[in-house]
Structures are given as C-alpha cells and as structure tokens.
C-alpha cells in the first residue's frame, strides 16, 4: 500500500511562489499517476491538476492554468505543484492522491470518487 505525505506548505504573499511535494512510500510510485486537490474553508475540495504515470500528458484545472506546474520526479519518489502567481483565492489545504484502478492515468474528471489513495494535507495560505 502506498502512503502519501504532503510537505512545503506555509505563507506566501500574492504574487509569490510556493512548491508543494507530495512523497510516496511504501510501493513503486512510477507507476501510479499523480493529483492534486485544495480545500479553502468552507468548501467542498476540488481537483486541481493531475499527472499521468508515464509523464504523457498533464491537466490543469482553469483556475491555475498558466500559474500552476505539475512534474514528478520518478527517483525522489515525489511529485510536485509549482505554485506561481499566487492568489489569495489559493489559500486552501492541499492534498496529493492517487486515482483508482487505472491508476496509471488520470481520470477523465477530477472526481474525488475516482481517486482512492491519499495524503493528509497541507496547509497554504496567500495573504493579500
């Protein structure tokens, strides 16, 4: 069983950048793609971006489209959000998951249904 833990979280002014690294133990992680979910504060959690296994293809939500890289690197076991252009409305817990069977790609939508393995969350905020 593969287990997920989120790191690089914190405070960032608008504007600003932030990296978020989700590391995975426990399984080979190459070959599981990869997403990312934000919850703001009395809100329903929404997908964010997703990164298939193999790297082939990437999908960002509007919202951070232009702002937002997904990348994975296969010999850290991690994956990572490069968060640019940060906007106070990214203020939110942030969860990395894995989708299920196929758990090679990304889903067609970034239901949280179609994801079954996740992180605990962590927390980042942009201040105005």
């Known amino acids: 069983q593969v287990q997920l833990v989120e790191s690089g979280g914190g405070l960032v002014q608008a504007g600003g950048s932030l990296r978020l690294s989700c590391a995975a133990s426990?399984?080979?992680?190459?070959?599981?793609?990869m997403g990312w979910f934000r919850q703001a504060p009395g809100k329903e959690r929404e997908g964010v971006s997703c990164?298939?296994?193999?790297?082939?293809?990437?999908f960002y939500e509007d919202f951070v489209k232009g702002r937002f890289t997904i990348s994975r690197d296969k010999a850290k076991n991690t994956v990572y959000l490069q968060m640019n252009s940060a906007k106070p409305t990214d203020t939110a817990v942030y969860y990395c998951?894995?989708?299920?069977?196929?758990?090679?790609?990304?889903?067609?939508?970034?239901?949280?249904?179609?994801?079954?393995?996740w992180g605990q969350g962590i927390q980042v905020t942009v201040s105005s």
């Open positions: 426990g399984r080979p992680f190459s070959s599981y793609a």
């Open positions: 998951a894995i989708p299920l069977y196929p758990a090679t790609y990304c889903p067609s939508s970034m239901a949280l249904t179609k994801f079954g393995t």
């Open positions: 990164i298939n296994s193999d790297d082939s293809g990437t």
